[in-house]
Nanobody, 125 residues
Framework: QVQLVESGGGLVQAGGSLRLSCAASGRTFSSYAMGWFRQAPGKEREFVTAISWSVGAIYYADSVKGRFTISRDNAKNTVFLQMNSLKPEETAVYYC??????????????????WGQGTQVPVSS
C-alpha cells in the first residue's frame, strides 16, 4: 500500500524558514514526479513545486520562485521542500503527492494519484 507521510510543519514567523519532508513507501517512485501543493482555508489546493528525475525537470509556482527549493532522495523515497522568506499569506496545509504517470511532470492536482495527510504551516505576521 502506497503511503506518504509529511513532517516538518509548524508555526513560523514571517520571513522565517521551514523544511518539510515527505517519506514515501509502498513502491519505488524514482520514475514518477513528486510534488508539493498547499491549501489555505477556504481556497482551492494550489501547486507549489514538483520534481522529476526521470524527465530531469523541476517546476515552481511563480509565487515561490527564488524562495522555495524542492529536492529528493530517490534512495530513501523522500522529497524535501525548503521554504525561505515565508509570508503570512502562505499559511496553509502543505501536501506532498506522487504523480499518476511515469516519465512526466505536472502542476495540477488531478495528475497526482497519491497524497499525504498534509502538514500545517501557519506563518505569523
Amino acid at each position: 500500500q502506497v503511503q506518504l507521510v509529511e513532517s516538518g510543519g509548524g508555526l513560523v514567523q514571517a520571513g522565517g524558514s521551514l523544511r518539510l519532508s515527505c517519506a514515501a513507501s509502498g513502491r519505488t517512485f524514482s520514475s514518477y514526479a513528486m510534488g508539493w501543493f498547499r491549501q489555505a482555508p477556504g481556497k482551492e489546493r494550489e501547486f507549489v513545486t514538483a520534481i522529476s528525475w526521470s524527465v530531469g525537470a523541476i517546476y515552481y509556482a511563480d509565487s515561490v520562485k527564488g524562495r522555495f527549493t524542492i529536492s529528493r532522495d530517490n534512495a530513501k523515497n523522500t522529497v524535501f521542500l525548503q521554504m525561505n522568506s515565508l509570508k503570512p499569506e502562505e499559511t496553509a496545509v502543505y501536501y506532498c503527492a506522487v504523480s499518476n504517470a511515469a516519465y512526466s511532470i505536472a502542476n495540477i492536482p488531478s495528475e497526482y494519484d497519491y497524497w499525504g495527510q498534509g502538514t500545517q504551516v501557519p506563518v505569523s505576521s
